[in-house]
């Protein structure tokens, strides 16, 4: 349970969300608007689909207590950094870092962290691009800096990520090695598979150019 105790405590609880749907539709908004130019400059768009969430508290909760701390809002605001997530997920591999560089230039957003598990993988196989950034959320007398946690990803990676958080959580983490050790190997497979069409939209592309 989030320690909500007075009612300034749920008045915090109610502003914080406030400011992370902010954030969220503004990242959205950006992500929109690049994809379109993108689309109108280039004829083709570097986004497939874009989903968006608010962490539940039962899950900010887990996460405090998991990392040792106390669940309190400021403790929310200051140690989880997924609270506002972002997904953004595209056809190709080269796709992921085209969209990341459009993020990083974008004036407003301050970029905090990178963790590319797509160069360097989770043991579980895991593969993403992920950006902690931060956006300006204007408000009537303020204005306030939230965080945002970006997940890039190949509609194949997000199938592989999609199958293994299910099984993560039905197993509570523990699933029995060879259904570790197939995920693995699927993995290997979506590695594969997103390689494969990466160079067969790269070969085709250039036939294109060649008839223009
Ligand atoms: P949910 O339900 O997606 O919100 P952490 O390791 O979580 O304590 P941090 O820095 O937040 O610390 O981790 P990270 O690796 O930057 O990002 C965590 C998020 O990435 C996860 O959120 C998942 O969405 C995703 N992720 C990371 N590793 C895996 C993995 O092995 N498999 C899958 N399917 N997803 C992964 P949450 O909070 O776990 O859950």
Known sequence: ELKIERDSDIES????????????KQISTKLEILNDEFQHVHRYNPIEHIKSRI???????????????ESTIQNMVQYVNDIAGIRVICSFTSDIYRIADMIRNQSDIRVISIKDY????????????HMLVTVPVYLSDRIIDAKVEIQI???AMDFWASLEHKIHYKFEGNAPAHIKNELIDCARMVAELDA???????EVRN??????
């Not at 609880?13 to 969220?24: F, P, R």
Request: charged content about 30%; overall charge positive; cysteine-free.
């Open 207 to 212: 036939i294109d150019q060649r008839k223009d």
């Open 55 to 69: 962490k539940t508290s039962e899950s900010i909760v887990k996460k405090l207590r998991r990392h040792g701390y």
């Open 153 to 155: 990803r190949t509609v």
């Open 13 to 24: 609880w109610m502003e914080v969300t406030l400011v992370y749907n902010s954030a969220l």
């Open 196 to 202: 494969k069409m990466l160079s067969l939209n790269e």
């Open 118 to 129: 797509i160069v360097n993988p989770k043991p579980s196989g895991y593969k993403s691009y």
